[in-house]
């Protein structure tokens, strides 16, 4: 008997197919289908993207723990009598889990509110505006979308060293599954995902060391920002290992490690407990059949757009972290509003937008607009205020004065750039932001009367301090 053919799917058609539920994409997709838009998202696993599961929520989440914690190991200051605490790491996280799962359920709701068909399963492109989804029965399903938006993201790189893989060890998602504590966590990075977990799991009772293959942490940042957070590190305990080149990894993370680096022409080893890897990120491109729909990939495996967002295929576009944009979650935001505009007939670009960014220590490093380094290399004059945030009254009251704050103006007046190392220095950052949105010169908030005592009083402060520097055209 001969052997049935197999049957064919017939496409089902939409205005608008997305893949990846992330943040740029869920809205996206809200907003339409509430305009009457008929919609598909289709999304593997993380419904609502990395932020509410996996990502910046849960690990702020877990940070505010660590801060609860470490107010416990100041309780003297406070005039507050102790005899010790200890920490149930199941109960940390179970504590975020708790909320990532209000979190998701929201998400369901508003799919179900706005009309959009959440199609869960792993979807890949057959030929042009159509793609394949296979669900999790092993059925399949065909869409075709009259636009295409894709927003896989980014996931954690595990970089290619021996041992490493075999290794088996933690990125941020494991680590933000933790019951248990790491006796000794060795963290592989210095940058923002690295320092956020040292600092937390070192609160919560961890030894941590990090090996980072720069000379600075945050090296990308001015020098004072870098000097402040390794200062703060070396004060809470962590080990530093700077210009760490990992040469070789053995044994099993969650068990026993060894980590071999070379360090200044030397070959040293670090024994742990467990690894973290936060060397980098990888977009999610493999898998999709990109090139059956005409979609180009850049030199470093991002979807290449121009700065509306589009791809090189007629009818797709990309947003967020997989297209190469700023890895923050308000730049996907961002880039929504530039889909959504765009596609109602706008001209929005992603070129010339401001990005604000905070790296959630304690305290915190927020910046927005040109920094010294960047004004120097390109030659723009500035005068520079700066202030110690014990400057900032408030920082008093909270026994918190660790820190800085600063500001580059222009000869105009015009704020440059603003750079605060301190208590919720996002927060300070922002109202910086708003007052270069409105154009504002730096004398306009210099002449502010604004609440005392409060954080953002110290604005007065530092724009009423004697410049310090200027560099000349």
Known sequence: MAAAAPQSITPEEYDLVIIGSGEGSKYLAWTLAKQGQRVAMIERKWIGGSCPNIACLPSKNIIHSAKVASYFARAAEFGIESQGHTIDMATVTGRKRKMVKELVDIHVRNYETTGVELILGQG??????????????????????????????TRASVDKIPGLAVANPLTHIEALELETLPVHLIVLGGGYIGLEFAQAMRRLGSRVSILERNANLLHREDPDVSAGIETLFHDEGIDLVLNATVEEASGVSGDSVIITYKQNGQNKTIEGTHILVATGRTPNTEGMGLELAGVELTASGHIKVNEKLETTAPGVWANGEVAGQPQFTHIAFDDFRILRDNFAGGNRVTTGRQVPYALFTDPEVAHIGLSETEARKKNIPYRLFKIPMAADLRTRTLSETRGFMKALVGEDDSILGFTVFGVDGGEIMSAVQIAMLGRLPYTALREAILTHPTLMEGLIVLFSSVPTSMIEK
């Open 124 to 153: 890949h492109f057959i030929g042009p505006g159509l793609l394949e989804v296979y669900m999790a029965d092993g059925s399949k399903r065909q869409v075709r979308g009259e636009k295409v938006v894709i927003g896989t993201g």
